[in-house]
């Protein structure tokens, strides 16, 4: 558990809208396969379909595989997550495709691989793109179901809210000194370095640093052009980049100064601090957009009986603790506050939103999202 890792906590869940939102057994370096489907998991709905929790996992290791997408290891703890997987079940092989993609490329995925065993089981998009895909998704309600708030779920059970944080900025403090306002990085000094972690129309993260951004620029979320227009002078004085956000481009300086969540950032800057450089992050009291990603199950699933019982995982106390030491806040924190089950220490090293928390229904982030296709690339570019 990384001490140095800082989340957004509280009663978030009780007042946010669900939010938005990281091939084949093929991709472990073979051709892939026609999928061979059980279809009686695949319409599986709720545990009560299986029977109990030990018949879906004798499915689950009957299938004996189950592929991920979008899951850095450094992301919000995904890394210990997986494993505890596939120490909890040795059987199930997990396949990790892409762990950079963006939400929409987890779609596109799916429907590229769709019928192979190469296509992903399981996904974690965010909100803009979870609620223009519905029609990719299985309907499947965990256990913990009633305890997810009704305003961070589908009503059918398609997706549902996982973990959030808040946007912040990070950079490196030792080549570039303090960050006060987004003017500042309008300086020469920042040629180049400035990044959105993924397209803000097809990526949670860059999406959500775009909104941060906005609402510092004057922009809301029914007035989004004060955002455009800052990317827009930023890009003009040659500081933007649209180079992919990684480890790698923070490590090596690339990227210097990076738009992302409270979760990445304490990454970030736990894994440069070992290496002697300080990377400094903050929240804007004026511009705490904090959003849920959100879990779903492709409907055409190679592995629908795994799927499902990676999602019951997910919503154990265990791997909702595992968010918390990530750094991010997980969707159960109040009921797990309630029932005793919160990992304490990693709660008493938690940071809380500062002021009014910024956060979109589904309809604000698609007419948003609609917006940025029309608009970003004819004025950023691609």
Same mark, same amino acid.
């Not at 959030?164 to 000194?177: A, E, H, R």
């Given at each position: 558990m990384n001490s140095l890792r800082k989340i957004a906590v509280g009663s978030l869940a009780a007042m946010l809208a669900v939010a938005m939102g990281a091939c084949g057994s093929a991709a472990?370096?073979?051709?892939?396969?026609?999928?061979?489907?059980? @279809?009686?998991?695949?319409?599986?709905?709720?545990?009560a379909d299986f029977g109990t929790m030990e018949d879906l996992e004798k499915a689950a290791e009957e299938e004996g595989a189950l592929n991920v997408i979008a899951l850095p290891h450094d992301w919000a703890n995904y890394g210990n997550i997986i494993e505890n997987?596939?120490?909890? $079940?040795?059987?199930?092989?997990?396949?990790?495709?892409?762990?950079n993609a963006s939400s929409k490329?987890?779609?596109?995925?799916?429907?590229?691989?769709?019928?192979?065993?190469?296509?992903?089981?399981?996904?974690d998009l965010g909100q803009s793109v979870a609620a223009t895909s519905t029609d990719n998704f299985a309907a499947y309600k965990v256990q913990a179901w009633?305890?997810?708030?009704?305003?961070?779920?589908?009503?059918?059970?398609?997706? $549902?809210?996982? &973990?959030?944080?808040?946007?912040?900025?990070?950079?490196?403090?030792?080549?570039?000194?303090?960050?006060?306002?987004?003017d500042d990085l309008?300086?020469?000094?920042?040629?180049?370095?400035?990044?959105?972690?993924?397209?803000?129309?097809?990526?949670?993260?860059?999406?959500?640093?775009?909104?941060m951004v906005n609402a510092l620029s004057g922009g809301d979320l029914d007035d989004t052009?004060?955002?455009?227009?800052?990317?827009?002078?930023l890009k003009d004085a040659g500081n933007l980049t649209q180079v992919d956000v990684t480890n790698g481009t923070i490590d090596s300086g690339q990227t210097g100064v990076v738009f992302d969540w409270?979760?990445?950032?304490?990454? &970030?800057?736990?894994?440069?601090? @070992?290496?002697?450089?300080?990377?400094?992050?903050?929240?804007?009291?004026?511009?705490?957009?904090?959003?849920?990603?959100?879990?779903?199950?492709?409907?055409?699933?190679?592995?629908?009986?795994?799927?499902?019982?990676?999602?019951?995982y997910l919503y154990t106390a265990e791997a909702q603790n595992e968010w918390l030491a990530g750094g991010a806040s997980p969707i159960l924190i109040d009921k797990m506050q309630e029932d005793g089950t919160v990992d304490q220490d990693a709660l008493a090293s938690s940071t809380t939103v500062e002021g009014d928390p910024i956060s979109y229904t589904n309809d604000q982030a698609s007419t948003i999202t609609e917006w940025l296709q029309n608009n970003w690339d004819s004025t950023i570019g691609n």
């Open positions: 472990a370096g073979g051709e892939a396969n026609t999928a061979n489907v059980n @279809e009686q998991y695949a319409s599986a709905t709720s545990l997987f596939k120490k909890k $079940y040795p059987n199930i092989t997990v396949t990790e495709l892409n762990p490329e987890e779609i596109d995925a799916a429907t590229t691989n769709k019928g192979t065993d190469a296509a992903p089981d399981v996904f009633d305890s997810i708030p009704d305003s961070a779920k589908d009503a059918d059970g398609l997706y $549902y809210a996982d &973990y959030t944080g808040i946007m912040s900025i990070g950079w490196n403090k030792d080549k570039y000194g303090d960050i006060d306002s987004l309008l300086d020469p000094k920042f040629a180049g370095t400035v990044a959105l972690n993924g397209k803000p129309a097809e990526a949670g993260a860059a999406f959500n640093g775009f909104l052009q004060p955002g455009l227009d800052f990317f827009k002078k409270t979760y990445n950032q304490a990454s &970030y800057q736990s894994d440069l601090k @070992e290496k002697g450089v300080t990377w400094e992050y903050k929240t804007f009291p004026e511009a705490q957009v904090v959003s849920y990603y959100n879990q779903a199950i492709n409907k055409d699933a190679p592995h629908p009986a795994a799927a499902r019982l990676w999602m019951e």
